[in-house]
């Protein structure tokens, strides 16, 4: 889906965002001066204080329910099962019209939770494939969202007031917008960014102690997503287990086509996987 929805005013909204680490943090501060007011809601005391030290909302709170209590917008920054509890109570402590929107590495059990919400909420799934290998406010970087793809997933409730409002901030960040419906990118973000952190993992638990002594470029890129939260990575896995485990199947395919052609010695079999993965490579990246 794409198209021209109508404008929609951000300076005259009050916008909530529940959960400051590194995407909500940068999201504030690229919202920061840009509407009426801003609430935040964070349970770590000391991601609330640095907020306030930074002066980033207008209030700064320990409980989603009172950032959210006279929000027009709700943007869910917080993990993804911490997400799913909350959206339940969105109707007890929202009883006026709202958009509400998450940015979750995962979409369709939010989506689906979204579904439940009363009419009055107007609701969209996103995703910003933006990050830092360190989490958390410290990092967040307005800017952090600036060329990158933002995926937006709508229900078939949602209405012009959600896209116009997701177009107008995907704009605002300078991402660049991709519509897509929930269960599509799940199974393909299942290829693209899940089954890489298990393969990260893999090599950082395989690889021994003494290896350090010769980590190089290929090792680091190669072990960057190890560091991701584990508690985020956790969600993100049980969120969407059936494509990761798809993903899963068909990474061990092409790991057991080199591992056979290496036990017999095919070069010509082993050249092969190389240059068909060097050509996809090209295409995929050279642009």
Request: some cysteine; hydrophobic content about 45%; glycine content about 8%.
């Amino acid at each position: 889906m794409d198209g021209d929805f109508p404008p929609f005013p951000l300076e005259k909204s009050r916008v909530a965002i529940v959960g400051v680490g590194l995407m909500g943090g940068s999201l504030a501060l690229a919202l920061r001066g840009r509407v009426a007011a801003l609430y935040l809601a964070d349970p770590d005391p000391e991601t609330r204080a640095l907020a306030r030290a930074w002066g980033l909302g207008d209030t700064v709170a320990a409980h989603p329910e009172e950032a959210v209590r006279h929000a027009d917008v709700i943007l869910l920054a917080a993990p993804i099962r911490a997400m799913l509890e909350i959206i339940p109570r969105l109707a007890e402590w929202v009883h006026h019209p709202a958009v509400v929107m998450d940015v979750g590495s995962t979409k369709v059990a939010v989506c689906r939770a979204f579904e439940t919400l009363p009419p009055r909420f107007d609701p969209i799934g996103a995703h910003p494939l933006a990050g830092k290998t360190h989490q958390g406010l410290s990092h967040a970087d307005p800017r952090l969202f600036a060329g990158r793809t933002f995926v937006l997933s709508p229900l078939p409730r949602t209405g012009p007031r959600a896209k116009g409002f997701a177009q107008t901030l995907v704009t605002l960040l300078n991402a660049r917008p991709v519509w897509m419906a929930p269960e599509t990118h799940d199974r393909l973000v299942a290829f693209t960014s899940h089954a890489p952190y298990l393969l990260s993992l893999a090599l950082t638990l395989a690889a021994p102690g003494e290896s350090r002594a010769v980590f190089g470029p290929g090792f680091e890129s190669g072990t960057r997503l190890a560091g991701s939260s584990p508690r985020m990575m956790l969600d993100i896995m049980m969120t969407n287990l059936d494509a990761v485990l798809e993903a899963l199947e068909a990474v061990e395919t092409v790991l057991e086509q080199a591992r056979v052609a290496l036990e017999q010695g095919r070069e010509a079999d082993l050249y092969a996987l190389f240059q068909e993965a060097l050509e996809r490579h090209r295409k995929w990246f050279s642009a």
